[in-house]
């Protein structure tokens, strides 16, 4: 089985810090995601990376940045956190370059900034 | 209109029923159709996936795809309470990187 895993399952960080959200994937998947999760909004797309320090926007990357040195890890930054940061983040990871392949999550981390 | 489309609920069912749970996408080049699970304070996990339209079953579990009318759904039979949960739908094209969730049914059932 798949297994994505993220650093951290809550987090609390104060407004201005630089936050730093890991994720690490054991499946040599090309494909890596950080999606935002908020009430009524559903999972929204905010960065992508289909190989080794390539990445792609995606819907709401404003106010983030993202890494990728290793293939199996995907960091998502943060550069000033803002309340309206606090959410649920969840990291995905994906075999191949197909849209048509699955996604698999990691159990995701409660960020609440204050 | 958005891409994607699916009633919130929350629907609530007794244990046993038989649930539909439904979404309703408009981009026609959507080929693949997946179905995810949320359980609370956890990640979305692969439940059915599915190519073209028409039916496919899993156990306790049916995904139903009517390209003509841009529509699917997952019935889940003999409900559990085990089943309680969010369920994402998520049509997807041949091309791009990214998936298309829907924002998600959340779905009880009681003992």
């Known amino acids: 089985d798949v297994k994505v895993t993220q650093s951290s399952r809550y987090l609390v960080k104060r407004t201005g810090e630089k936050v730093f959200l890991e994720c690490v994937q054991d499946?040599?998947?090309?494909?890596m995601f950080w999606y935002r999760q908020d009430p009524g909004l559903g999972l929204r797309l905010i960065y992508f990376s289909y190989d080794v320090k390539m990445k792609e926007k995606g819907d709401i990357p404003e106010g983030y940045s993202v890494s990728r040195e290793k293939k199996e890890r995907f960091s998502l930054i943060l550069e000033s956190a803002s309340t309206n940061q606090t959410s649920m983040y969840l990291c995905a990871s994906r075999d191949g370059g197909r849209s048509s392949q699955p996604q698999h999550f990691g159990d995701g981390t409660r960020l609440s900034i204050l | 209109q958005k891409e994607v489309e699916q009633d919130p609920g929350p629907l609530s069912v007794p244990e046993g029923a038989i649930v539909s749970l439904n979404c309703t996408y408009s981009n026609s080049a959507f080929q693949y159709f997946m179905w995810y699970r949320q359980y609370s304070r956890k990640g979305p996990e692969l439940l059915m996936y599915?190519?073209?339209?028409g039916n496919k079953e899993d156990g306790r579990f049916t995904a139903q795809v009517d390209k003509s009318s841009k529509y699917i759904s997952l019935f889940i039979r003999d409900s559990q309470p085990s089943d309680s949960a969010t369920y994402l739908c998520?049509?997807?094209?041949?091309?791009?990187?990214?998936?298309?969730f829907g924002k998600g049914t959340s779905l009880l059932v009681t003992p």
């Open positions: 599915t190519y073209s339209s």
């Open positions: 499946m040599d998947h090309e494909n």
């Open positions: 998520a049509p997807v094209g041949d091309s791009g990187y990214a998936l298309n």
